[in-house]
T-cell receptor
Framework: AQKITQTQPGMFVQEKEAVTLDCTYD???????LFWYKQPSSGEMIFLIY??????QNATEGRYSLNFQKARKSANLVISASQLGDSAMYFC??????????FGAGTRLTVKP | DADVTQTPRNRITKTGKRIMLECSQT?????MYWYRQDPGLGLRLIYY???????NKGEISDGYSVSRQAQAKFSLSLESAIPNQTALYFC???????????????FGPGTRLTVL
């Protein structure tokens, strides 16, 4: 069964606008962590933001925030004030307890000038 | 200097050859991982190691083996490479933060492997 689903293969956003990248997950473990990574065209994987299942507040890191809706099992990434350098692939990932981290298939974000 | 390094960065090899990909880290982390990335499939875990004496199979370990030579070094071997092992390979590390699910992984730059 697919653990992590990213339903948007590609997204476009105008520079300086906000954009939301969707991620839904499936787990019955009460303890889990959700992660977002950015992969620019150069190929490296860059850690962006983390949300724990017990965290009461949504995680934020600069222009990145995670819209965590636990009952809906969604962990959408919100990028505010998009910049051209935000154009990249974005991966959502989940780790349940001590298990492996599982990644979604990714969303390719293109920021238009 | 990068915290997680991978060598080589690019490699072209032929079917049937043995090949080793190496990973080194200076983050002082105990945990190390090998992933492969294929277009449209995200990253899939091949092997992981929680310390020098601990090696575990991941989702897609067939056709691969690993060696944890030291806390800072984790190598991935393809004993007899085949074309469908052509992929981008990532090494990652993490430090135990008290609760496993909070374990953020930090990635190396990747190795692009082509098997002809």
């Amino acid at each position: 069964a697919q653990k992590i689903t990213q339903t948007q293969p590609g997204m476009f956003v105008q520079e300086k606008e906000a954009v939301t990248l969707d991620c839904t997950y499936d787990t019955s473990d009460p303890s889990y962590g959700l992660f977002w990574y950015k992969q620019p065209s150069s190929g490296e994987m860059i850690f962006l933001i983390y949300q724990g299942s017990y965290d009461q507040q949504n995680a934020t890191e600069g222009r990145y925030s995670l819209n965590f809706q636990k009952a809906r099992k969604s962990a959408n990434l919100v990028i505010s004030a998009s910049q051209l350098g935000d154009s990249a692939m974005y991966f959502c990932a989940m780790r349940e307890g001590h298990n492996d981290m599982r990644f979604g298939a990714g969303t390719r974000l293109t920021v238009k000038p | 200097d990068a915290d997680v390094t991978q060598t080589p960065r690019n490699r072209i090899t032929k079917t049937g050859k043995r090949i080793m990909l190496e990973c080194s880290q200076t983050k002082g982390h105990d945990r190390m991982y090998w992933y492969r990335q294929d277009p449209g499939l995200g990253l899939r875990l091949i092997y992981y190691s929680f310390d020098v004496k601990d090696i575990n199979k991941g989702e897609i370990s067939d056709g691969y083996s690993v060696s944890r030579q030291a806390q800072a070094k984790f190598s991935l071997s393809l004993e007899s490479a085949i074309p469908n092992q052509t992929a981008l390979y990532f090494c990652a590390t993490s430090g135990f933060a008290g609760q496993a699910s909070t374990d953020t992984q930090y990635f190396g730059p990747g190795t692009r492997l082509t098997v002809l």
